[in-house]
C-alpha cells in the first residue's frame, strides 16, 4: 500500500509542491524532513520524541544494520518497528551512498560490489537482491535500491558507466522487491545530459517514488542546485521526489523550490551533539559566551520541547559541562526547526505565496558552509576511480 | 515548611521504618532514594522522566553549582527549580564532600575551607555561611551544612577535631540559613563512641533532619554497617535520617534495616552509562554477547520506560553502537529500579514483614564491590592528612 497525491502546486516561477504519501503505517505530508535513525534510533531520542517533532516518517540505513545487529536478527525479533519502537513509517537506504563511500571498495561489477566493513575489515559482497532482502528482513515502509554512487566530481565515462548500471540494478531490485514500494535512484553526477538521461529511462519505468542520489557528495552547492530541476523537470508529477541526504535549512527551501518533496540528513541530530542551533538567522553555537546568562529560548517561535522550558543559559550550561541532556535537547530542537520550516513552506505552497516566503527566509538565513558529508569527502575522492570495476 | 511523620515501624529485630516528609513543593514518602543531578540535570534525563521513575525528591550540589554556572546566575534566573525545570523537591549538599574530596584542599580553619577548584584551578574559600548563600541562592528545599569530612580510615583525634568542627560549623549555618530547612551531619569517622557522641550532641541541637555522613568514603562496608545503627539509635525517632551517597540495591536494604530513612547515590545512572543494570540476582552487564538477540526485558518485573519497551537485544546494540539512547534507557531503568526497591521495602515494613523481605532479597542479590567513589579514594587518602589546619 502507497499512494502519493498532490494537493497543491505553487505558481510559477518554483516548481513548489504540496502532498500527501499514504503508507500502511500512516501518512505523510510533503514537504517532509525525515530524521535519520541510522542504526534504528534517531540519536539520544526516543520515538515519542521523533514524533513529537512533527515527523511522520523517519529513516534507517540498511548497510549499518546489515552489518550490526544484522538484518536476520532485527527479522526474528519482530522487524525493525518493534525493535526501535517507532510505528509509523519508516524508510531505509539501501547502503548504496554507504558501501561506495564509508566502508572499503573493492570490486565493482554487474553483479555486485565488493566491500570490507568499517567496522572490522569483514568482506561482504553486496548485490541488489541483497539490498532488497536487507530491507525486506527489517521490514520497513520504502525501500531503496542499490545504486552506484560516484563522488560528486565523477568524469562524464564513469559516471554514465555507473548510471547505465544503476538502472539494471533497478531492475533487478524491483524483481527481488516483492510487496515492499522501492523507488527508483536517479545518478548522473553533474552532468546535465546524464542527468536528464538517467531521469527519462527511470521515469519510463514508472517506479513509486523518485530519489535524486549522488548530490550533496562533494560537488558544488551551485552543481547540485543545476541538476536538481533538470531531474524534477523529466520526473512524473504524480511522484514523489526525494532528494538524498540534503539538507540544512537553506537546502530545504531550496530543494522545495525545484520540485523536492523529502529529504532526510544526519546534520540536526549531528549538529545538535556539536551545539550548534538552527534559527532563521542561522546557526547559533550555543556554547558562546553571550549565552551564558541569557533567560530566553534560543528560538522565540520554536514550539519544540526545548523552547518551551529551557532558557539559552540552561543550554550553554549543560553544553559547557557536556551533559548528555544537552545533546538530545539541541537534536529535538534541529529536528523540529527542519519539520517546521517544511511545515511553513506547506503553508506558504498553499496559500501561493512560496516564492516570497522563499526570498525572505533565504536573504534572512547566514547559511553556513560545511556539510555533513564533507569528513568523508577527501578520503572518498582520492580513492573512488580506482576502484571502478 | 518542613515536617516529618512516621507511618509505621517495622518488629524488632530491624530498625525499618517508613514516613512522610512533607515540603512546600511536595511529599516524600520514606524510605526514599533520591537520584543525584549533580550540575542541575540528572544525566541524560528529563524532569518528567525522574518523576517517571517513582523519585519525588532529587539532589543538586552546592558546590559544582558554585563553581558552574554560579550560584548568583542561577538565582538571577529564578533558582535552580526553574533553570531545570523540576518543581518537586531538592536537595542540595553542601559541597564538604567534595570539597574535601574532589578539589584540591588547601588550608582548613575554624573560618572555613581554603580550596582550589578542580576545574580550573581557582581558589575559593568556603565557609559555612557562604554553603548557606550558596543554597539559599539555588533556592533549594532541603540544604545540608558545611561540614569537615575525612577519609574513612581516620585516626581518632583528626575525626575528633572534625567531628568538633562540624558541630561549630552547624551552628554557623543554622544562623545564616534563614527559613531555609538544614539537616545536621553525623561525622566521627569509624570511631564507635565519637560517632554516637557526636549523634547525641547534634541530637541535642534539635535539628529537622539527620544526615549520616563521612560513611562510603573509604572504609569497609562492615565499618559502614557497624556505624549506621550506633548513630540512627541516638538521633530522635521523629527525624529523618539521611545516609549521604548510599547506595547500591543492597545498600539500601541494610540501611533501611538500621533505620536510615534517605539515600542519594550516583551510582544508577554512573552504572547506567557503563551498561551495567540493577536487577534481582545483581548487575546485568548489557554489551556481553549473551543479550544479543534476547527477545525480553532485562527485568520482567519491572514497569520502567525501558523494560515495558525495549528488549535486552535492542539495549546491547545500543550499547555495543555507543549510542546515546542507550546510556538514557539504563539510567532510567537503574533508578526505577532502586525508587522501586524502596517501594517493595515500604509495604514489606507496612505489612510487618520486612526482616524477611532483607533476608530473602540479600540472599539472592549477588553484590559487586566496587563502590562509585573508588576511583576518588586513593588519590584523597594519600593527601588527606597532609592538609588538615
Request: aromatic content about 8%.
Amino acid at each position: 500500500m502507497f499512494s502519493f497525491q498532490l494537493t497543491s502546486s505553487d505558481l510559477a516561477p518554483t516548481a513548489a509542491r504540496t502532498g500527501v504519501i499514504t503508507t500502511a503505517r500512516g501518512e505523510i505530508r510533503t514537504p517532509a524532513f525525515m530524521p535519520v535513525g541510522t542504526l534504528a534510533t534517531v540519536k539520544s531520542m526516543l520515538p515519542e520524541e521523533v514524533a513529537a517533532t512533527g515527523a511522520h516518517i523517519l529513516l534507517v540505513n540498511a548497510y549499518h544494520l546489515y552489518l550490526r545487529p544484522g538484518h536476520q536478527l532485527i527479522e526474528r525479533l519482530g522487524g525493525v518497528h518493534r525493535f526501535m519502537d517507532w510505528h509509523g513509517p519508516i524508510l531505509s537506504d539501501s547502503g548504496g551512498f554507504q558501501v561506495f563511500s564509508l566502508a572499503r571498495l573493492g570490486r565493482v561489477d554487474d553483479h555486485g560490489v565488493r566491500f570490507r566493513s568499517h567496522i572490522d575489515g569483514s568482506e561482504h559482497t553486496y548485490t541488489p537482491e541483497l539490498a532488497m532482502a536487507v530491507q525486506r528482513a527489517l521490514g520497513v515502509d520504502i525501500a531503496m535500491p542499490l545504486d552506484h554512487v560516484l563522488p560528486g566530481d565523477a568524469p562524464l565515462e564513469p559516471a554514465r558507466l555507473a548510471a547505465e548500471r544503476t538502472i539494471r540494478w533497478y531492475e533487478r531490485c524491483r524483481e527481488a522487491a516483492g510487496e515492499l514500494t522501492t523507488f527508483a535512484i536517479v545518478q548522473g553526477g553533474v552532468h546535465p545530459g546524464l542527468r536528464q538521461w538517467h531521469a527519462r529511462e527511470l521515469a519510463a519505468l514508472d517506479a513509486p517514488g523518485y530519489s535524486i542520489g549522488g548530490l550533496s557528495v562533494g560537488e558544488s552547492k551551485e552543481e547540485m542546485w543545476a541538476m536538481t530541476p533538470l531531474v524534477t523537470a523529466e520526473l512524473p508529477v504524480g511522484r514523489p521526489r526525494y532528494l538524498m541526504g540534503v539538507g540544512s535549512p537553506e537546502d530545504l527551501v531550496n530543494g522545495v523550490a525545484r520540485g523536492v518533496d523529502m529529504f532526510d540528513c544526519v546534520l540536526p541530530t549531528r549538529l545538535g551533539r556539536n551545539g550548534s542551533l538552527f534559527t532563521d538567522d542561522g546557526r547559533a553555537t550555543i556554547r558562546n559566551a553571550r549565552f551564558r546568562e541569557d533567560p530566553n529560548p534560543i528560538d522565540p517561535d520554536c514550539d519544540c520541547e526545548n523552547c518551551r522550558r529551557f532558557s539559552m543559559a540552561y543550554l550553554h550550561h549543560l553544553f559547557r559541562n557536556d551533559e548528555l541532556l544537552g545533546y538530545r535537547l539541541a537534536s529535538i530542537h534541529n529536528i523540529r526547526y527542519l519539520v517546521r520550516l517544511t511545515e511553513r513552506m506547506h503553508a506558504a505552497i498553499q496559500a501561493g505565496r512560496f516564492s516570497d516566503f522563499a526570498a525572505e527566509f533565504l536573504s534572512r538565513y547566514r547559511a553556513s558552509d560545511e556539510t555533513v558529508r564533507h569528513d568523508q569527502k577527501e578520503k572518498w575522492r582520492r580513492r573512488a576511480f580506482e576502484t571502478q570495476g
